[in-house]
T-cell receptor, first 111, second 114 residues
Framework: SQQGEEDPQALSIQEGENATMNCSYKTSINNLQWYRQNSGRGLVHLILIRSNEREKHSGRLRVTLDTSKKSSSLLITASRAADTASYFCASLIQGAQKLVFGQGTRLTINP | GAVVSQHPSWVICKSGTSVKIECRSL??????MFWYRQFPKQSLMLMATSNEGSKATYEQGVEKDKFLINHASLTLSTLTVTSAHPEDSSFYIC??????????FGPGTRLTVL
């Protein structure tokens, strides 16, 4: 399967703490994207990092990309209850131009 | 930003019937759209790539005779689940490609087959 891996599969933290999720992929990519999905809903695009970038910030989000290790991480700082959702990384495969999703991390923020 | 809609948002049907799901790009044209399937508590799996004016490209293991895809215009792709069975119950999500690096996702369609 081309599907990437994410860890942890589930993460439960207290409000205000930081949450870190990791993603690994298998092939060369053009970019890697992170999405949020609330239960039973559609995807919300969070951030895109290109293959020639190493770090990117957007508000409380920080994404890193290590192409040598084929891995990425998403850090959410100062978490809020509203951040409770599933988070997916998706790698845009070079050449095939297809998005391959990771298995996702279910994040729960406890008030 | 670009908006993608799906219709219906949910559908319940009897086993053996066919169900059509529409995916529309509302404010842009998309020569390429994608169909994904998501089972409960799982990730999105790409089913097929829909290309305007040509046949869809299916991922390995996806039955093209069961999941019919038609991309008849630059703003509409349809997925028809033929002879649906309970195991086809899933969340179906489409996306439309804006450029080579960006896709916008629809809100999804929940299919329940009784």
């Amino acid at each position: 399967s081309q599907q990437g891996e994410e860890d942890p599969q589930a993460l439960s933290i207290q409000e205000g703490e930081n949450a870190t999720m990791n993603c690994s992929y298998k092939t060369s990519i053009n970019n890697l994207q992170w999405y949020r999905q609330n239960s039973g809903r559609g995807l919300v695009h969070l951030i895109l990092i290109r293959s020639n970038e190493r770090e990117k910030h957007s508000g409380r989000l920080r994404v890193t990309l290590d192409t040598s290790k084929k891995s990425s991480s998403l850090l959410i700082t100062a978490s809020r209850a509203a951040d409770t959702a599933s988070y997916f990384c998706a790698s845009l495969i070079q050449g095939a131009q297809k998005l391959v999703f990771g298995q996702g991390t279910r994040l729960t923020i406890n008030p | 930003g670009a908006v993608v809609s799906q219709h219906p948002s949910w559908v319940i049907c009897k086993s053996g019937t066919s169900v059509k799901i529409e995916c529309r790009s509302l404010d842009f044209q998309a020569t390429t759209m994608f169909w994904y399937r998501q089972f409960p508590k799982q990730s999105l799996m790409l089913m097929a790539t829909s290309n305007e004016g040509s046949k869809a490209t299916y991922e390995q293991g996806v039955e093209k005779d069961k999941f019919l895809i038609n991309h008849a215009s630059l703003t509409l792709s349809t997925l028809t689940v033929t002879s649906a069975h309970p195991e086809d119950s899933s969340f179906y999500i489409c996306s439309a490609r804006v450029d080579v690096n960006e896709q916008f996702f629809g809100p999804g369609t929940r299919l329940t087959v009784l």
